[in-house]
């Protein structure tokens, strides 16, 4: 898992500069060292209740993450702040800080009360386009799930749709099925012991003679992690749970803070209608399931 620092560049994947370059590694352990609260980025007090969420800025202007960053930015024309470092941590080895630029902007959760109808259709519109895109990204290991960092090996699935410790590296999409298969039937028993319910539900699809049932997903898709820069621009922010998953996995999180009961984190109903446009109609599987 990996934290996060902001430099301010300009807003590119492809700034030709940051603040960063001028700075040591030492320099910038320091700066680690140094952060402030007042230095986070999106936190929100009356959201984060679980605290705050690790994205700092520590300029006036995880490792698989920081890969995948870039790997999708070098093959889709989706806006995503340019990864300039990523360094480990020197208390915890396992963790790791990505540097990236900063985006001056607005996320859609705050800003989308005051859009015209008509922009909040060209966002959700270039919404669909950067999930069509993601969706095509050819995959480094097209039979592993789950995230990826250009070793090869199966990695930690994280994300909404696993436990907060994640599901162990699945090497291929039948030991996926058996772990959602399982899951589910814990489940049952858990329900049947405490409630003497049998609740009966369909296994996980098993997509046999689809062709290569993994694309790339986000997998985190929310009003927070969609931003609109200063020149309108939209980006996606935030990609440490993205990698190779089954197609419906970003309409089953859209549709997951579609029903949220929260209101404060329900998405819009203009945005909630628009979810089978955006990441395609899954309604079928999702609801099956």
Sequence with gaps: MGQVLSFR?????????????????????????????????????????MGAAQVYRITPDAHHEAFTMQYVAERTSIPIPRVRKVFPDRK???????VMDFISGQTLMHCWPMLSICRKLCIMCTLWWYIHQAKNVPLPNPDIPGPFDGTG??????GPQFPDNGASPLKNYQELVIWFDYQL????VRLYRAWGLLWKSPKFPQLV??????????????????????NNRVWLLDWEYSG????????????????????????????RIFIPI?????SLIYHHY
């Design 9 to 49: 560049t300009r807003n590119s994947n492809v700034s030709p500069s940051s603040s960063i370059d001028k700075l040591t590694d030492d320099q910038v352990y320091e700066l680690i060292a140094g952060r402030q609260r007042g230095q986070l980025v999106g936190y929100d007090k009356d959201l984060d209740v």
């Design 185 to 188: 039937y814990s489940h049952q």
């Design 209 to 230: 003679g689809s062709g290569n049932p993994l694309v790339f997903c986000h997998n985190d898709l929310n009003m927070r992690n969609i931003m609109l820069d200063d």
């Design 244 to 271: 190779a998953y089954p197609p419906w996995f970003d309409y089953a999180v859209l549709k997951g803070w579609a029903n949220a009961v929260n209101p404060d984190r329900r998405l819009p109903r203009l945005f």
């Design 278 to 282: 955006i990441a395609g109609n899954h």
């Design 92 to 98: 915890d080895h396992s963790k790791h800080w990505i």
């Design 153 to 158: 090996l199966p990695l930690l699935c994280r």
